[in-house]
């Protein structure tokens, strides 16, 4: 068994959307739990976006401090637009990381820098929204430490059930 592990950890997250959006990408790239602190998902999580359904097999955890919920043994990671910070080309992703994302609207405090292991952003022109950067991050992890195979078996388990298309190409 895999001692791989990638658990989330989402400070205050505002919109409900972008919550639904950080279950999608946990459910496609393996994450294991989210967790998030703050109320005012909980004010609107009525309008929740987890079109996949996600909660039925990742739970979403409300929490008073993410530093209480760390797992046991794991990197934290904090992604954020901080100097200083690792690029995400050049991070290498621990086996066993807790991912911890601020605030579509604001960044990550010092104290919870304060308990981190590593901050890493990613390079872009302008900033993410968090259902974006936590996508880009769990693939990069992904892709760099592996864990899902590339094949057309992946394809066929990992696409709607309304997309049977197959690609052939053209011979010359």
């Known amino acids: 068994m895999s001692k791989q592990q990638a658990v989330i950890g989402l400070i205050n997250p505002k919109s409900p959307t972008n919550v639904g959006g950080v279950l999608r990408a946990a459910g496609c790239y393996d994450a294991k739990q989210v967790f998030f602190t703050g109320n005012r998902y909980l004010n609107a999580k009525k309008f929740h976006t987890d079109t996949k359904n996600v909660l039925e097999r990742i739970p979403l955890t409300e929490t008073d401090s993410l530093e209480v919920v760390k797992p046991e043994g794991a990197t934290v990671v904090v992604i954020e637009l901080i100097e200083g910070a690792t690029p995400l080309p050049e991070f290498k992703h621990p086996e066993n990381a807790f991912y911890v994302f601020g605030p579509e609207d604001g960044s990550v405090s010092k104290d ?43 394809i066929i388990s990992s696409r709607d059930t309304n997309n049977k298309m197959k690609w052939e190409k053209a011979s010359d």
């Open 112 to 154: 919870v820098l304060k308990w981190c292991d590593e901050v890493v952003y990613i390079p872009t022109i302008g900033c993410m929204n968090l259902a974006a950067t936590c996508n880009v991050v769990l693939y990069d992890r992904l892709a760099k430490l592996g864990g899902v195979e590339s094949s057309d078996d992946t």
